[in-house]
């Protein structure tokens, strides 16, 4: 975990995403209140908590199980002059128990998967208020039949779908779909996957002799390179659903 988190935990986002898709997804929610009260689950170094901040004037409570995001979450909430209105909570999502229906929105950038994508969104329902919120971005098939590197590199996380069969998990659950979009590939790169080469390369030379530690630069190079190679195949999509106001 030590190493993994020398390379993950130091890039500026915890995985794909970006302000532009963040606010695009928030402005999709069209009835949420003027100062709605979000959780952010999964928060990471809170970019996209400090980004909810910023678009709305409402109150985040940030949750991840690892103290460094958190501290990183603070930071940026500091320096962006929003932290009065941010809360957070070490927790692992796993152990999620908050009072029914407490938030307007639940949120999760690319880590409800911990959780698995039918689980997660389960678990949450209960937490949102009727007629509230919840939107995720996860993994999702852009074209049938990819090539078995792409298959091997997925087969870690085999809740990976397509658009279509998320989109029906979402009914079968009950909620009532406001709108999905894909991730463009720049949001793979610009904040995620361009800055972590820079810390491989960095950690290379300085971990040289480290089986462990080289293993994990391995593992951050294939990631790079099968994306880099096979875009095309897969990427994230954003869901904003809702639950019902009855």
């Known amino acids: 975990?030590?190493?993994?988190?020398?390379?993950?935990?130091?890039?500026?986002?915890?995985?794909?995403?970006?302000?532009?898709?963040?606010k695009q997804a928030f402005e999709l929610m069209s009835e949420v209140p003027n100062e709605p009260y979000i959780l952010d689950i999964g928060c990471g170094p809170g970019v996209q908590t400090v980004d909810l901040?910023?678009?709305?004037?409402?109150?985040?409570?940030?949750?991840?199980?690892?103290?460094?995001?958190?501290?990183?979450?603070?930071?940026?909430?500091?320096?962006?002059?929003?932290?009065?209105?941010?809360?957070?909570?070490?927790?692992?999502?796993?152990?999620?128990?908050?009072?029914?229906?407490?938030?307007?929105?639940?949120?999760?950038?690319?880590?409800?998967?911990?959780?698995?994508?039918?689980?997660?969104?389960?678990?949450?329902?209960g937490f949102v208020k009727p007629g509230g919120y919840v939107?995720?971005?996860?993994?999702?098939?852009?074209?049938?039949?990819?090539?078995?590197?792409?298959?091997?590199?997925?087969?870690?996380?085999?809740?990976i779908d397509t658009i279509e069969n998320k989109l029906s998990v979402i009914d079968q659950l009950g909620y009532e779909q406001t709108a999905h979009f894909v991730l463009p590939e720049t949001t793979w790169t610009a904040e995620y996957y361009d800055p972590m080469e820079k810390w491989v390369a960095t950690k290379s030379t300085e971990w040289a002799g480290n089986a462990g530690a080289l293993a994990v630069l391995e593992e951050a190079r294939n990631e790079i390179a099968i994306f880099r190679k096979y875009s095309r195949y897969y990427s994230y999509g954003f869901f904003v659903m809702r639950r019902p106001n009855v």
Request: proline share 7%.
């Open 53 to 125: 901040l910023k678009i709305c004037r409402g109150r985040v409570l940030a949750l991840d199980f690892l103290p460094l995001m958190l501290e990183r979450t603070r930071a940026n909430a500091e320096v962006a002059n929003v932290a009065e209105r941010l809360e957070v909570i070490e927790l692992d999502m796993a152990q999620m128990a908050f009072s029914p229906a407490c938030f307007d929105v639940v949120w999760s950038e690319g880590a409800i998967y911990n959780l698995g994508f039918e689980n997660g969104l389960r678990a949450v329902r």
């Open 1 to 22: 975990m030590e190493y993994f988190l020398e390379i993950y935990g130091r890039v500026p986002r915890a995985g794909p995403g970006s302000f532009a898709c963040t």
């Open 135 to 159: 939107a995720v971005s996860e993994a999702v098939w852009l074209k049938a039949d990819p090539p078995a590197p792409v298959a091997k590199f997925w087969e870690a996380y085999p809740e």
